[in-house]
């Protein structure tokens, strides 16, 4: 089996969504003081690879402590959309040619190139999107999770986030944003393990990431 990481190093000079403070890693305990080493992370709870929960859009939905571990594990399935452009629709119609494995998998990765643009100007412009017409499937579906190596479901300069609230009105699919290494993974369903940190009310959380691959 070949397990890959699918996360980005959370450090301070790490890219973030515009208007959002970035992250802190400061020198808590040290060696020479304590005889140990710790540090003090303060942090968005949407920063770097992250899952976004219901509650993240409305508050009277799930936070991502309320929901079971097997959420956050199931068969994943990269699409490769590196074709597209920025701006670009994802249709359901894309989908078609890998429909047999859409509908075995409970995570739909998809795999636009954009995170080779991470730590640069052009992660914050356009980049190709899911049309509704995929968040109607993965609603109708059940899916557990829709993954992206972009920084946004919708976007950047859709402040009002429509494919966020039709999706988290009227599901529990979680949102996994700022996924990496997507091309190493291959065709095939493999294991999807993504987990966030828990703590209470979260709205969403940075979230380690893994694939784990048929050999």
């Not at 208007?19 to 968005?44: H, I, M, N, V, W």
């Not at 409305?58 to 571990?69: G, H, M, N, R, S």
């Not at 946004?152 to 986030?161: Q, R, S, V």
Request: aromatic share 10%; proline share 6%; glycine share 8%.
């Amino acid at each position: 089996m070949k397990i890959l990481d699918l996360t980005h190093t959370i450090w301070e000079g790490m890219p973030v969504y515009p208007g959002t403070a970035p992250p802190e890693l400061q020198e808590g305990s040290t060696y020479e003081k304590d005889g140990f080493r710790e540090t003090l992370l303060c942090l968005y709870s949407h920063t770097g690879t992250h899952m976004d929960a219901p509650n993240h859009i409305f508050a009277e939905q799930k936070t991502l402590d309320q929901f079971p571990i097997d959420a956050f594990v199931g068969m994943g399935l990269v699409l490769d959309f590196t074709a597209k452009k920025a701006g670009d629709l994802i249709t359901l119609e894309d989908l078609s040619s890998r429909w047999e494995k859409v509908e075995k998998a409970d995570f739909l990765l998809f795999h636009t190139g954009w995170s080779k643009f991470w730590g640069s100007d052009a992660y914050f412009g356009e980049y190709p999107v899911l049309d509704f017409s995929v968040l109607e499937y993965c609603i109708k579906a059940g899916k557990k999770g829709i993954g992206l190596d972009v920084i946004g479901l919708d976007p950047i300069a859709e402040t009002n986030l429509p494919r966020h609230k039709h999706l988290m009105s009227r599901s529990n699919t979680l949102i996994i944003e700022n996924l990496t290494n997507l091309d190493q993974v291959g065709e095939e369903l493999f294991t999807l393990v993504a987990l966030p940190m828990k703590f209470a009310n979260s709205d969403g959380a940075p979230t380690r990431v893994i694939a784990c691959c048929p050999p």
